[in-house]
């Protein structure tokens, strides 16, 4: 007898075990007995794509399938081709587990193991200011949490006794039958514990943990930045049933300053700068985190110019390297201006334009680009 399995499965022989498997499971579904009811060419069908996978999803046995053809390998299939009885019907549970554990609620893959569980992870986000990301500090922080019930020790029991679950005999796991299948499921008694209590703690009502304001401490490293998270090994919520406690993040936000921004290592500040200081240089008192520092503004300064002032950032929390200090000079227009300031500023523009453009370079090239462009628009 020769068969084309690939065909049967509606693949190419180049298929990964991926694209078979999906194949698979299309077909399985699809002519499964519990669906198809009496319909002898849709048992046929799921007959043989259940043989079809059984081969190719064996290296050894795609191999020799490959290289010798059907006959090599329809002696190696447990029941072969056969009915639904003999080495078929033993083993399909377990062929199709995987495939239908998600539709009956259970199965090896998802069953919970009896015993404490682990609690759950918490989040946490943690507002500081710049001063403090950068400096580093010890911050308390309160927070709601399931923590363990003390009176019984996380037990869940008032007497500190627990019995073997009658129903799953402590296993935790109890075996259902879905038509021809036999799925496992968790034990609804005893919710997967594998143990019940029959005197429960009357202040967590047996669960072994309760709703408390929990206070910590949590030690903020100088460096951190915005977007930072810190991990608390063990400080989540308390796992039931006096399970392992789960661990707690503390995303960080940094407040914005009135002063600095933050980019990476580096600050950045802008720093209003009078006309005068300007035009004939000077020196400016610079603030930075360890205080103010003198900076040399040269004579004839820009709006927009910036100035770097070295290892006056921050230090980060990854390195030891230091970021610097970067600012921005914004040159004021003076406002509020009495009759003699005002006359004082008159006789000083009429002294430049005397001078022609040389005072004033990039003023002369802006309006020479002016003129091109609106020539080119007009012509």
Same mark, same amino acid.
């Given at each position: 007898?020769?068969?084309?399995?690939y065909?049967?499965?509606?693949?190419?022989?180049?298929?990964?075990?991926?694209? &078979?498997?999906?194949?698979?499971?299309?077909?399985?579904?699809?002519?499964?007995p @519990?669906?198809?009811?009496?319909?002898?060419?849709?048992?046929?069908?799921?007959? +043989?794509?259940?043989?079809?996978?059984?081969?190719?999803?064996?290296?050894?046995?795609?191999?020799m399938?490959d290289?010798?053809?059907?006959d090599? =390998?329809?002696?190696?299939?447990?029941?072969?081709?056969?009915?639904f009885g #003999?080495?078929?019907?033993?083993?399909?549970?377990?062929?199709?587990?995987?495939?239908?554990?998600? &539709?009956?609620? #259970?199965?090896?893959?998802?069953a919970?193991?009896a015993?404490?569980?682990r609690?759950?992870?918490?989040?946490?986000?943690?507002s500081?200011e710049?001063?403090e990301a950068?400096n580093?500090?010890?911050?308390?922080?309160?927070? %709601?949490?399931?923590?363990?019930?003390?009176?019984?020790h996380?037990?869940?029991?008032?007497?500190?006794?627990k019995?073997?679950?009658?129903?799953c005999? #402590?296993?935790?796991q109890?075996r259902?039958q879905q038509?021809?299948?036999?799925?496992?499921?968790?034990?609804? !008694?005893?919710?997967?514990q594998?143990?019940?209590?029959?005197?429960?703690?009357g202040?967590? #009502?047996?669960?072994?943990r309760?709703?408390?304001?929990?206070q910590?401490?949590?030690n &903020?490293?100088?460096? =951190? !930045?915005?977007?930072?998270?810190?991990?608390?090994?063990?400080?989540g919520e308390?796992? %039931?049933?006096?399970?392992?406690?789960? !661990?707690?993040?503390v @995303?960080?936000?940094?407040k914005p300053?009135?002063i600095f921004?933050?980019?990476?290592d580096?600050?950045?500040?802008?720093?209003p700068?009078?006309?005068?200081?300007a035009?004939?240089?000077? +020196?400016?008192? =610079?603030?930075?985190?360890?205080?103010?520092?003198?900076?040399?503004v040269p %004579?004839?300064?820009?709006?927009?110019?910036?100035?770097?002032?070295?290892?006056k950032?921050?230090?980060?929390?990854?390195?030891?390297?230091?970021?610097?200090l970067?600012?921005?000079?914004?040159v +004021?227009?003076?406002?509020?201006l009495?009759h +003699?300031?005002k006359?004082?500023?008159?006789?000083?523009?009429?002294?430049?334009?005397?001078?022609?453009?040389?005072?004033? %370079?990039?003023?002369?090239?802006?309006?020479?680009?002016?003129?091109?462009?609106?020539?080119?628009?007009t012509?």
């Amino acid at each position: 007898m020769s068969k084309d399995l690939y065909k049967i499965l509606g693949v190419n022989k180049s298929a990964s075990q991926a694209d &078979i498997k999906k194949a698979y499971r299309r077909l399985a579904m699809k002519h499964h007995p @519990d669906r198809a009811g009496d319909d002898a060419d849709a048992q046929e069908k799921f007959k +043989e794509a259940k043989m079809a996978y059984e081969i190719l999803k064996d290296e050894r046995k795609r191999q020799m399938y490959d290289q010798y053809g059907f006959d090599a =390998v329809s002696g190696q299939n447990g029941g072969g081709h056969g009915g639904f009885g #003999g080495g078929f019907q033993g083993d399909v549970g377990d062929i199709f587990g995987d495939i239908f554990s998600d &539709i009956f609620g #259970g199965g090896r893959r998802g069953a919970r193991s009896a015993g404490p569980q682990r609690g759950h992870d918490m989040q946490v986000e943690l507002s500081i200011e710049l001063e403090e990301a950068i400096n580093g500090l010890e911050k308390e922080i309160t927070l %709601p949490t399931m923590a363990t019930c003390k009176p019984c020790h996380g037990s869940g029991s008032k007497d500190g006794e627990k019995s073997t679950c009658q129903t799953c005999g #402590g296993i935790g796991q109890v075996r259902m039958q879905q038509g021809m299948f036999s799925v496992q499921q968790t034990c609804p !008694d005893c919710r997967g514990q594998g143990s019940t209590i029959s005197n429960p703690c009357g202040h967590c #009502g047996g669960q072994g943990r309760r709703q408390e304001n929990s206070q910590l401490k949590v030690n &903020i490293p100088a460096g =951190v !930045d915005e977007g930072d998270r810190i991990r608390l090994t063990g400080k989540g919520e308390a796992g %039931p049933q006096g399970g392992p406690a789960g !661990d707690l993040y503390v @995303d960080i936000r940094v407040k914005p300053h009135d002063i600095f921004t933050r980019k990476g290592d580096d600050l950045l500040c802008e720093i209003p700068v009078d006309f005068a200081t300007a035009c004939l240089g000077g +020196e400016l008192n =610079v603030p930075t985190l360890s205080g103010a520092v003198k900076l040399k503004v040269p %004579p004839e300064t820009q709006s927009g110019k910036q100035f770097r002032v070295r290892g006056k950032g921050v230090q980060s929390v990854r390195s030891h390297s230091q970021g610097d200090l970067f600012c921005k000079v914004h040159v +004021e227009t003076p406002v509020n201006l009495n009759h +003699e300031q005002k006359d004082i500023l008159k006789s000083f523009d009429e002294s430049l334009k005397k001078g022609g453009d040389k005072n004033n %370079p990039r003023r002369k090239g802006w309006f020479d680009n002016v003129k091109s462009f609106l020539d080119k628009v007009t012509s």
